[in-house]
């Protein structure tokens, strides 16, 4: 299976812009399709597709939310972090089956 | 607009099975494959398998096959997923979802198993 890699927490101050990063265990792009999707969670919630395919905005996601990356490397970015942001991010993989999630990110406010 | 919901919280006892639903409404059930997802207390997610209600069709992860049994019922667009043998380690919330990615969420059902 492959395996997603994140940090399990990132600080940040509101107005200030956050970076969470997802490494993959190989590869999960397939020619230009980056098959890397994150989404957030807060607590008592069901999660929230927010970026789908590395870098296109789910419907109805504010535009401080970005995502980068292709081959084993990726990035969410939220800038700049609202109160409303503080939640778990995660990362899945759609290349190879079975598709797979990262272990997830809490974002905290420092 | 596209909605997923699923059944109530079940306590349910070591050994035993556990049926839940899944009921789509705001889009043709057929078209579109309905996933499964895991999540334990306080932990990460896992894809459990994943179900093509035109065909009836599935896709397992290895670790849910013999766990996890999919079903659909066309005539009132819903879903089920049946786990069998349940311990402790199946006590978790477990989401259907539109698609392996996931645009559209139920709101979970939240298995206890506990004698």
């Known amino acids: 299976d492959i395996v997603l890699t994140q940090s399990p927490v990132l600080a940040v101050s509101l107005g200030q812009r956050a970076t969470i990063s997802c490494r993959a265990s190989q590869s999960v792009s397939i020619s230009s399709i980056n098959l890397m999707h994150w989404y957030q969670q807060k607590p008592g919630q069901q999660p929230k597709l927010l970026i789908y395919r590395a870098s296109n905005l789910a419907s109805g996601i504010p535009a401080r939310f970005s995502g980068s990356g292709s081959g084993t490397d990726f990035t969410l970015t939220i800038d700049p972090v609202q109160a409303d942001d503080i939640a778990a991010y995660y990362c899945?993989?759609?290349?190879?089956?079975?598709?797979?999630f990262g272990a997830g990110t809490k974002l905290e406010l420092k | 607009q596209v909605k997923l919901l699923q059944s109530g919280a079940a306590l349910v006892k070591p050994g035993a099975s556990v049926k839940m639903s899944c009921k789509a409404s705001?889009?043709?059930?057929?078209?579109?494959?309905v996933s499964w997802v895991k999540q334990s207390h306080g932990k990460s997610l896992e894809w459990i398998g994943e179900i093509y209600p035109n065909s009836g069709a599935t896709n397992f992860n290895e670790k849910f096959k013999g766990k996890a049994t999919l079903t659909v019922d066309k005539s009132t667009s819903t879903a089920y997923m049946e786990l069998s043998r349940l311990t402790s380690e199946d006590s978790a919330i477990y989401y259907c979802?539109?698609?392996?990615?996931?645009?559209?969420w139920g709101q979970g059902v939240m298995v206890t198993v506990s004698s």
């Open positions: 705001g889009y043709t059930f057929t078209d579109y494959w």
């Open positions: 899945q993989q759609s290349r190879e089956s079975p598709n797979t």
């Open positions: 979802t539109r698609g392996t990615v996931a645009h559209y």
